[in-house]
């Protein structure tokens, strides 16, 4: 069981895990470099628990002892308590959900581990931006992608933001990191996986011409917000398609962009 810890000193370093929560170039470094993330509210805590990161510690507001009590019991990790005017001062925001909890990263798996058993995966390439990190997640679980590959200049799919947008999702679909970009991509070809490169150019053919749903292995790539894919992706993709765009709109924002485009992939789906 764990213990309950009441503190209230904004600088005692047991909460070290949880300073400086705002500032997304701390974190970024911090976080992957010191094998934690932090999970934020209720549901995303109990989500990662299930999924097997181990919790380090956690952050609640007395309000939340009881809703939590049941994963406080089944933790060795200590639970500090705080009052919330404490905890905005130690996060750097008001902590409305409050819950937090500090877990522990697993190993990455490797794109060549999770190609072996998947027909359906997403390739972002520089995605920095988490909101659609983690919408890009969530339609990724929803709708029933694979696994999910990331270029080497993505962003982290734990972090804080991007773990609460995908409501969890990051924890329910696998994903790698490519080592180099685009000839990582050379190993998904391999693989056996038709390369589509997801762009509003008018030269793509749209989804339903394509008809990836039919396709025995497809890897769709996705490019960040504005820029879109680059050259050298666009290059290396076996095909480009697109989404039919109406009332004068030329593109849709990635996450939204990404969530058509797996609908239209996932085996068995009707054609768009």
Request: with cysteine.
């Amino acid at each position: 069981m764990a213990e309950l810890i009441t503190i209230d000193d904004p600088d005692d370093p047991r909460l070290t895990d949880y300073t400086g929560l705002t500032d997304v170039e701390l974190r970024r470094r911090r976080e992957p470099a010191e094998g934690l993330f932090i999970a934020e509210g209720e549901k995303v805590i109990r989500r990662a628990g299930e999924a097997g990161y181990a919790m380090r510690s956690m952050l609640l507001s007395a309000k939340w002892i009881d809703a939590m009590r049941d994963v406080i019991d089944a933790s060795a990790a200590p639970v500090y308590t705080i009052d919330p005017e404490l905890a905005e001062r130690v996060t750097g925001y008001h902590v409305h959900r409050g819950a937090l909890a500090s877990m522990q990263r697993k190993p990455l798996p490797t794109a060549a581990e999770l190609l072996a058993h998947a027909r359906r995966v997403a390739v972002m390439e520089s995605v920095n931006d988490h909101t659609n990190i983690g919408a890009i997640f969530r339609s990724a679980a929803a709708l029933g992608m694979d696994a999910v590959l990331l270029s080497p200049d993505c962003a982290d799919p734990l972090y804080r933001r991007s773990v609460k947008v995908s409501m969890g999702a990051v924890f329910s679909v696998p994903y790698a990191r490519l080592e180099t970009w685009p000839k990582g991509l050379d190993p998904v070809r391999e693989a056996g996986f038709t390369l589509l490169a997801l762009t509003p150019d008018g030269k793509a053919r749209t989804l339903d011409e394509c008809a990836p749903h039919t396709m025995d292995r497809v890897a769709l790539m996705l490019g960040a917000e504005g820029d879109g894919l680059s050259r050298q992706a666009l290059a290396a993709a076996d095909e480009w398609v697109r989404i039919p765009m109406s009332h004068g709109v030329d593109s849709l924002n990635v996450g939204a962009a990404a969530a058509v485009a797996f609908y239209a992939v996932a085996t068995g789906r009707p054609q768009l």
